[in-house]
């Protein structure tokens, strides 16, 4: 996983904040298909490949996120 030390804090912040929230109104894509999935109502193809693309930013953040936490515990 040396690939998430090498992306800068920056874009990963920048890519959370935009791809992973547009469209911003009336709610974040993301929001919309967090709640479909919860619902059950995620069935379509398009619905999974949205939710993963707009999704991926985030995962990204968290994957960072507890990789730089891990490496402060280390020390």
């Known amino acids: 996983m040396r690939w998430l030390d090498k ?3 920056t874009i990963v912040l920048v890519a959370a904040g935009t ?7 009336p709610e ?23 939710l993963a693309m707009h999704g991926a930013p985030f995962v990204v953040l968290v ?8 490496k402060v515990q280390k020390r």
């Open 7 to 9: 992306i800068s804090w």
């Open 63 to 70: 994957l960072k996120a507890f990789r730089e936490s891990a």
């Open 28 to 50: 974040p894509h993301v929001w919309e298909k967090l709640k479909m999935l919860a619902a059950g109502d995620l069935v379509r193809g398009i619905d999974w490949f949205d």
């Open 19 to 25: 791809l992973g929230l547009a469209p911003f109104t």
